[in-house]
């Protein structure tokens, strides 16, 4: 090949790199200009507010009174990554009725979820400090410390000072009502709790006499009456907490259930369960002697969904678990009355350790 025929091959090859390049670019901007699907959040991405929630919070704010209000605002920012807005609106609503536990509860919880617990008791301990005659703020306080205690991971040190830090709230709880039954529950748990990582042998029989002398005065105390509500209370979808660190010995825990009855309120049809789930019957609670049977009434859409529930009769340590338990019940759409307006039931649960 001679030296003519090189260059013009070169100069050949030249012209198409570049051809090639300027047909690649402009595809390049063709492509560009076509449009794009929306990408996916990023994790931990705040979602912009939807037109109803910025209604919601403006309602919100102007009636700093209205719990569901503030509750299903704080649920939506939550469920979009607001937790400072969510944040902020628990806790403007617990500062506008200092003397609601459920309130100080909600905002606790929130932090609980974020793994801020210091965070949690700090802010139960500041309002309960406000309140200084509120038994069941102070009370409040006693069960996250207890709840805490399931932590397998925590250290003897921390576990010490969580049962001290308990006590001392539920001995606050007893000193502004001295016949507070839940807060004597509380105490008798965490003392025995104190006493099973208690070196000391004298020291750990003392722990379970006074556990035992506290529960004796919980089962014969005169607040055991049972407890009424005419609100009811929505069952909202808050983001489920992590789950608990396996507890030692806890595969060996024969779980006791309370048994359930349920029919409809008002002489109306009683729809069909097609989803049962059993209250649990606390270990603890069972060995304290506390029995007896919990009434709660439930609103089930036309999906057969659990909506709403309100307690009737309650019972210390006992209506949890009901309330849990009955708001997982589902039932067959055909067999309520109306869909357009939810069929109210009666649950019953009864709880009594086997002779």
Known sequence: MTPRTLSISSAAIAVGIAAA????LRTADAVSALPQPPRDPRPNQTRPATAAEKQLEANVRSTPQDWRGAQELARLQE?????????ATLRRSAEAAPSETTRWQALAALYNRRGQFERAVETLEDAAEREASNAPL??????????????????????MSYIARGLAAEDRALAADPDFRDAMVYKSLLLRAEAQIE??????GALIQQADVVRSRAATSGSTATATSSEWESVTAYPAPPPPPPVTGAADIEWVYGETSFAAADGMSTPKKVKDVR??????????????????EAAIDGRGVVVATRVVE???WLT??????????RFDPATIPSAAAPVVIRAEARFFAEK
Request: a positive charge; hydrophobic letters at 45%; aromatic letters at 6%.
């Open 21 to 24: 390049s300027l047909i690649s």
């Open 79 to 87: 469920s979009r990554g607001a937790l400072a807005e969510a944040e």
């Open 138 to 159: 102070h009370h409040l306080v006693a069960t996250f410390y207890f709840a805490k205690l399931s932590d397998a991971a925590l250290r003897r040190h921390d576990r």
């Open 199 to 204: 070196s000391d042998a004298v020291r750990r």
């Open 279 to 296: 209250p649990v019957y606390p270990p603890m609670v069972m060995r304290l002697g506390i029995q007896g049977r919990v009434v709660v």
């Open 314 to 316: 309650s019972i210390p």
């Open 320 to 329: 949890q678990p009901t309330i849990h338990a009955v708001r997982q019940w």
